[in-house]
T-cell receptor, first 109, second 117 residues
Framework: QKEVEQNSGPLSVPEGAIASLNCTYSDRGSQSFFWYRQYSGKSPELIMFIYSNGDKEDGRFTAQLNKASQYVSLLIRDSQPSDSATYLCAVRVNYQLIWGAGTKLIIKP | EAEVAQSPRYKITEKSQAVAFWCDPI?????LYWYRQILGQGPELLVQ????????DSQLPKDRFSAERLKGVDSTLKIQPAELGDSAMYLC???????????????FGPGTRLTVL
């Protein structure tokens, strides 16, 4: 069974620090990897996706993919209180998008 | 900016009643998804359309749920009869086209919060 695992948290990070969120997946055939942010009571919004090994940067966000170890991570630099949310990892295998349960991130001022 | 539209935003109903949700995807998006999300969990795919055809409805409780996308544009999800366990957020998402392993990204509407009493 295809699985995507995330630590549910909450992960508490001081304002201005780097927040590191991790996601592991079970299917070696996984091809694309997505990070979504979800504020309480709202719908998920796309932060970024990655499909090649290595790092991909977009502003304060960096996604890191290691297919050999089957994990993908999201780094948030200079964390702000507005980054407090649940972060969902989603993994595409062929036509399916498999979702993790999310990690709750709290940025403390 | 193009958005996925959903209505209603909130719905309160009693057990055994019928409810319906509507979704209008981003213009030109061929693929449409209905998800259910329970608090503290990730989205659970209920049904996926490519144009007007169902691609995946393996997790749709077909005894009470139905979905249609007759003209390949907007879509309706219906529950009849509603049960207490159906209380959740119902999310609609769309993407440009379904590609095996592709990087087509899903964009979500605001969701419908359903409460069954």
């Amino acid at each position: 069974q295809k699985e995507v695992e995330q630590n549910s948290g909450p992960l508490s990070v001081p304002e201005g620090a780097i927040a590191s969120l991790n996601c592991t997946y079970s299917d070696r055939g996984s091809q694309s990897f997505f990070w979504y942010r979800q504020y309480s009571g709202k719908s998920p919004e796309l932060i970024m996706f990655i499909y090649s090994n290595g790092d991909k940067e977009d502003g304060r966000f960096t996604a890191q993919l290691n297919k050999a170890s089957q994990y993908v991570s999201l780094l948030i630099r200079d964390s702000q209180p507005s980054d407090s949310a649940t972060y969902l990892c989603a993994v595409r295998v062929n036509y399916q998008l498999i979702w993790g349960a999310g990690t709750k991130l709290i940025i403390k001022p | 900016e193009a958005e996925v539209a959903q209505s209603p935003r909130y719905k309160i109903t009693e057990k055994s009643q019928a409810v319906a949700f509507w979704c209008d995807p981003i213009s030109g998006h061929a693929t449409l998804y209905w998800y259910r999300q329970i608090l503290g969990q990730g989205p659970e795919l209920l049904v996926q359309f490519q144009d007007e055809s169902v691609v995946d409805d393996s997790q749709l409780p077909k005894d009470r749920f139905s979905a249609e996308r007759l003209k390949g544009v907007d879509s309706t999800l219906k529950i009849q009869p509603a049960e207490l366990g159906d209380s959740a957020m119902y999310l609609c998402a769309s993407s440009s086209r379904l590609l095996a392993g592709g990087q087509d990204t899903q964009y979500f509407g605001p969701g419908t919060r359903l409460t069954v009493l």
